[in-house]
């Protein structure tokens, strides 16, 4: 069984800073991808950003390109989203998830296979 846990969403002015953790337990990490994700109230879920298993590949949507970086540390099994310049848009429910069975959809919720709870991001303008 594979859990996720994600952490450090919280309430921030525009401009500000937040880094989200995801913590992975189980002994899929190193061999997933893995993915963030957000959901406003009344939309549907969209991707925000992937990495590949080792790391050396990143995959931005267009709307956090610049501003946000994903990043891993297979040794503690977690996976970081820092997020910088932080809008009033970005306000959401920020997901992350775990991609063992590349079926090459990745900008697809489907494609991933494990999800956590979700944290809370608020930005104030």
């Known amino acids: 069984q594979v859990q996720l846990v994600e952490s450090g969403g919280g309430l921030v002015q525009a401009g500000g800073s937040l880094r989200l953790s995801c913590a992975a337990s189980g002994r899929i990490f190193s061999s997933a991808a893995m993915g963030w994700f957000r959901q406003a109230p009344g939309k549907e879920r969209e991707f925000v950003a992937r990495i590949s298993r080792s790391g050396d590949s990143t995959y931005y949507a267009d709307s956090v390109k610049g501003r946000f970086t994903i990043s891993r540390d297979n040794a503690k099994n977690t996976v970081y989203l820092q997020m910088n310049s932080l809008k009033p848009e970005d306000t959401a429910v920020y997901y992350c998830?775990?991609?063992?069975?590349?079926?090459?959809?990745?900008?697809?919720?489907?494609?991933?296979?494990?999800w956590g709870q979700g944290t809370q991001v608020t930005v104030s303008s």
């Open positions: 998830a775990a991609d063992q069975y590349y079926s090459g959809r990745l900008y697809n919720p489907a494609e991933y296979d494990y």
